[in-house]
């Protein structure tokens, strides 16, 4: 895959006839074809983010560009096949991290990803997955050849979701919530052992303590703690808080606090034995938590 800037633009030719755009300015055209894709795909309240949000972020990539020593750069993308037919989208916060050659240079928050109805079935949540690792890189600047961003996501949880909000995501989306983690599964992704929260989006929106973090592909069976520090400061300042500051008491604020205290690093828990103990409806109800029971079905 070759990435060409386009100013504001960057385009990437990927196979199978399919060609990604990405933006980081919140007036680009992009950023609507990846609204009216992300509007269809969201329902739940407090995982949503609205257009203004968006632009909000967006908005802070100058601002927040070299904010706390490290370069930033959201940007929304859109997939799109030779006919201009929409198939997918993401929208990613970038951040380079400056903690060690023996860690990843960059840091990806991948905050939205989705794959239109129509184009499921093609390999296409692959094939966003390495372009937003191109993206991100090309964004920072950073050596497109030799480097490796961690990629970090959020997903729900179907331990915490109440019933209807499982049945509410699994009926809009057309997958079912624990088939949805055995697909992130077979990508590379493990859960993040680590008790997060996501703050509320907005004033109005809660926090959500019903989602897994995870990261995909990350090497070795840990991630040190100063780097997923480093890297949900930034989210956390951009990408959610857009901008502003948390309260002391804040999630936010406590999560960070216990981040940088820890001098051990966060263990990754792979997630296909918890699933098979869901698959088979096996004894799940004293967990708490899908985290908890991946760390219980080692």
């Not at 755009?21 to 407090?46: E, I, K, N």
């Not at 949000?53 to 930033?72: K, P």
């Not at 008491?249 to 869901?278: C, F, K, N």
Request: with cysteine; glycine share 8%.
């Amino acid at each position: 895959m070759t990435v060409k800037s386009i100013n504001p633009l960057l385009t990437l030719n990927i196979a199978d006839g399919v060609r990604a755009l990405a933006s980081d300015d919140p007036r680009s055209p992009v950023l609507m074809r990846f609204f009216a894709g992300y509007d269809r795909a969201f329902v739940l309240p407090d995982e949503r983010e609205e257009l203004a949000g968006f632009e909000a972020c967006l908005a802070l990539n100058g601002e927040y560009r070299h904010a706390f020593g490290r370069v930033h750069s959201e940007l929304v993308t859109v997939f799109e096949d030779d006919a201009g037919n929409l198939l997918g989208g993401a929208n990613f916060l970038a951040t380079s991290m400056q903690r060690g050659a023996a860690l990843p240079p960059a840091a990806v928050a991948l905050n939205y990803v989705f794959v239109e109805t129509e184009a499921r079935g093609r390999g296409m949540l692959r094939k966003i997955l390495a372009a937003v690792q191109q993206f991100a890189l090309a964004a920072l600047e950073l050596d497109r050849e030799n480097a490796v961003p961690a990629m970090f996501i959020e997903q729900n949880d179907p331990l915490r979701l109440t019933a209807a909000e499982y049945a509410t995501d699994t009926k809009h989306s057309g997958l079912d919530q624990v088939d949805r983690l055995a697909i992130w599964s077979r990508v590379g992704a493990r859960v993040v052992d680590f008790p997060y929260v996501q703050p509320a989006l907005s004033a109005t929106q809660r926090a959500d303590d019903g989602l897994i973090y995870a990261v995909i592909d990350y090497p070795g069976p840990s991630v040190d703690a100063g780097m997923l520090h480093d890297h949900l400061q930034s989210f956390f300042a951009i990408s959610v808080l857009k901008g502003k500051l948390d309260r002391p008491d804040g999630s936010a604020t406590g999560q960070l606090a216990a981040l940088a205290a820890r001098t051990e690093a966060v263990a990754l828990l792979p997630m296909e034995p918890a699933l098979a103990l869901l698959r088979a409806g096996g004894p799940t109800g004293k967990y708490d938590s899908f985290r908890a029971l991946a760390k219980a079905a080692l």
